[in-house]
Every structure is written in structure tokens, then in C-alpha cells.
């Protein structure tokens, strides 16, 4: 059964960085895309950003955080290092693999806060 979690979360100033990973384990997920996404408390989950499998060779990023985050993975484990957080970036942010069913991961708490 395949597990995705979360880690890295946390409270920043505006300005600040973080860095989220996802570790994958219990399948091999070498071939599959997997994507962050994240939601603001009280509004829908929304795509942030997805690497593609096989080595990451296709990458895509939401318009509202491109130049800022940057996404990566290496082998079992995606990585989005976040830079010039705002405050509209906070949200729980989850990352997810889509096989014949969508797996998520329990989400971490990311809050931009002065």
C-alpha cells in the first residue's frame, strides 16, 4: 500500500523559505508523476506544482509561484523548496500520486505570518 508524507511545514515571516518533502514508500513510484498541492482554509485544494517520473525531465509550476518555489525529487522522495513566501501561500499543502486512484498524504501546515 502506498504511503505519501509530508514534512517541513511551519510557521515563516513574508519573505522567508521553507522547504516541504514527500517520502513515498510501500511502492515504487520511480514512473509516476507526483504533484504538490495545497489548501487555504476554506477554499478548494488547488495544483501548485507536479514532476514527472523517470527522472523529472517535465515540470510544472502555478503561475502565482513560479520563480519562487522549485520542485525536485530523488528517488522515493519529491522535495518543493519554497522561497519569498507571501502570506497568500499559506495553505496545508499535500502532495499526491495519481495511479487508478488518487493517494494523498496527511498535509502540512504551512502559515506566512509576521
Known amino acids: 500500500q502506498l504511503q505519501l508524507v509530508e514534512s517541513g511545514g511551519g510557521l515563516v515571516q513574508p519573505g522567508g523559505s521553507l522547504r516541504l518533502s514527500c517520502a513515498a514508500s510501500?511502492?515504487?513510484?520511480?514512473?509516476?508523476?507526483i504533484g504538490w498541492f495545497r489548501q487555504a482554509h476554506g477554499k478548494e485544494r488547488t495544483g501548485v506544482s507536479c514532476?514527472?517520473?523517470?527522472?523529472?525531465?517535465t515540470i510544472f509550476y502555478t503561475d502565482s509561484v513560479k520563480g519562487r518555489f522549485t520542485i525536485s525529487r530523488d528517488k522515493n522522495t519529491v522535495t518543493l523548496q519554497m522561497n519569498s513566501l507571501k502570506p497568500e501561500d499559506t495553505a496545508v499543502y499535500y502532495c499526491?500520486?495519481?495511479?487508478?486512484?488518487?493517494?494523498w498524504g496527511q498535509g502540512t501546515q504551512v502559515t506566512v505570518s509576521s
Open positions: 499526491n500520486l495519481r495511479d487508478v486512484r488518487d493517494y
Open positions: 510501500g511502492f515504487p513510484v520511480d514512473y509516476y508523476a
Open positions: 514532476i514527472s517520473g523517470r527522472g523529472g525531465s
